[in-house]
């Protein structure tokens, strides 16, 4: 079966600017995950849907990351504006359900902010 | 804050060589996965071991999990130069379906 695609797979952009990343999860998994990974450190959850609902976003700076995850299929995560300290890997995920199933990840989007 | 702490945090050993990788939690869990991230395939799920359990085996991978000490090991047996990658555990805690994850072992494997 496809995994998890996420697009693009490097971005660079000043501080200050826009981006947006995209994610399509493995077909049929209701729950998806946006990851943020700072190099060195384990993955932060920031985001979790289930189908198009959110149900935790607790670790998600609302001030400048927004994310949807539109039918309940693809998602999309932004950051407006950014700063040097988003520069990291941004990790999507799915899962058939968010109880206890194990967690299917993509590629993953390495961000620089300059 | 991360709940799992691994150790050692990076790890070298000869190919044919058993590695074992350590993890430890401060709060009561449901369950406890292990991860490992190379560049090649990415972040990929290797084994699960719920709170009741206390041993678990897949291949040439062998999971423990003490919940009276808080802590679990990985130990990957006969190892290849393939498994050379960074090794995560992540907590799933009770009443949450949350991952949380550890900042991860470096393991290398020499051929």
């Known amino acids: 079966e496809a995994g998890v695609a996420q697009s693009p797979r490097y971005k660079i952009i000043e501080k200050r600017q826009s981006v947006a990343f995209w994610c399509n999860p493995i077909?049929?998994?209701?729950?998806l995950y946006w990851y943020q990974q700072i190099l060195g450190q384990g993955p932060k959850l920031l985001i979790q849907?289930?189908?198009?609902?959110?149900?935790?976003d607790s670790q998600l700076p609302k001030d400048r990351f927004s994310a949807e995850r539109l039918k309940g299929v693809d998602s999309t995560l932004k950051i407006q504006p950014a700063k040097l300290e988003d520069s990291a890997v941004y990790l999507c995920?799915?899962?058939?359900?968010?109880?206890?199933?194990?967690?299917?990840f993509g590629p993953g989007t390495r961000l620089t902010v300059t | 804050s991360q709940q799992g702490e691994e150790d050692p945090q990076a790890l070298s050993i000869q190919e044919g060589e058993n590695a074992t990788m350590n993890c430890s939690y401060k709060?009561?869990?449901?369950?406890l996965q292990w991860y490992r991230q190379n560049s090649g395939r990415g972040l990929v799920h290797l084994i699960l071991?719920?709170?009741?359990?206390r041993e678990k085996h897949s291949g040439r991978l062998r999971v423990t999990l003490d919940t009276s000490k808080k802590s679990s090991s990985l130990l990957i047996t006969a190892s290849r130069a393939a498994d050379t990658a960074s090794y995560f555990c992540?907590?799933?805690?009770?009443?949450?379906?949350?991952?949380?994850f550890g900042k991860g072992t470096k393991l290398s494997v020499i051929p």
């Open positions: 995920a799915s899962s058939l359900d968010y109880s206890l199933y194990e967690q299917y």
């Open positions: 077909s049929g998994h209701a729950t």
């Open positions: 849907f289930q189908n198009n609902g959110v149900v935790d």
């Open positions: 709060t009561s869990i449901n369950n």
């Open positions: 071991i719920r709170s009741n359990e």
């Open positions: 992540a907590t799933s805690g009770a009443g949450s379906y949350q991952l949380t």
